[in-house]
């Protein structure tokens, strides 16, 4: 009887395991249940929660989440266009200073620069000099031609600038055809002086240039006397018609604007 109770414990022993493993299985499979329990409630309890709030679009600039989505949207600038050629640019301040010396501006010999003489070295016929007018029409003009002695003013100009041209062109090939023809090397001395002999002071050029400024600027001055006896004549007052007409024009106005204030 021992023996018979010996071998079922040790049978018993042997299926133990399997009962335990299975055992052991069941109660894993309980905690899984368990696990699957829990996360069935935490799903349920998310879908009971309130959903997002819905941003309006009027707060979306001052959400910081959608910095990054907006994009400023950008159709381009509109432009407008000047008309430059209405545009008076401002003078050159050494050319100024020129023009200045040249018309006399602000001085009493500002009326004294002359033209007459030296227009007539430029004046030459036909064509050079103002166009006549035909007998048969001269009854027709009546009055004085007052655009008659501008037009030969400019025609002797034109002959004068046709002149000059001929004059440049004349000296820059006769420094090439010395540069060409020299003997000695050609350094920058050497040329220096060849330019200042034929482009200096006292040269063709110099003389011709000296008379076409002085007819321009003569011109000019007859122009500005004309302009300033027109305002001139509509003031009543003799006494005071001699005063402004010594009065000098300057850079900018007829009558210099500082000797003009308190005349008026």
Request: glycine letters at 4%; hydrophobic letters at 30%; aromatic letters at 6%.
């Amino acid at each position: 009887m021992e023996k018979v109770d010996d071998s079922l414990l040790e049978n018993q022993s042997e299926e133990s395991p399997h009962q335990n493993s299975s055992s052991r299985g069941e109660n894993l499979d309980l905690s899984s249940d368990g696990d699957s329990g829990e996360s069935d409630s935490e799903s349920e309890s998310e879908s009971l929660r309130p959903p997002n709030k819905r941003i309006k679009t009027n707060d979306v600039n001052s959400d910081p989440r959608f910095e990054a989505l907006i994009h400023q949207l950008n159709l381009g600038e509109v432009f407008t266009v000047t008309d430059n050629n209405k545009v008076i640019k401002n003078a050159s301040q050494s050319r100024l200073e020129s023009l200045v010396k040249l018309q006399h501006f602000g001085t009493e010999e500002w009326k004294e620069v002359k033209y007459s003489k030296v227009l007539h070295n430029f004046l030459a016929k036909p064509s050079f000099i103002e166009l006549k007018i035909k007998d048969e029409l001269c009854h027709l003009n009546k009055g004085k031609d007052y655009l008659a002695n501008t037009e030969k003013t400019l025609a002797g100009l034109t002959n004068g600038l046709l002149e000059h041209k001929e004059i440049v062109r004349s000296n820059l090939q006769e420094i090439v055809n010395w540069s060409n023809n020299s003997s000695s090397d050609l350094t920058p001395e050497n040329l220096f002086n060849k330019i200042m002999t034929v482009f200096g002071p006292n040269t063709q050029y110099y003389k011709n240039m000296e008379q076409i400024v002085q007819v321009v600027c003569g011109k000019r001055t007859e122009c500005i006397e004309i302009r300033r006896e027109r305002i001139l004549s509509e003031i009543s007052n003799k006494n005071l018609q001699a005063t402004l007409r010594k009065l000098p024009p300057s850079a900018e106005h007829l009558f210099e604007h500082n000797s003009l204030l308190p005349v008026i």
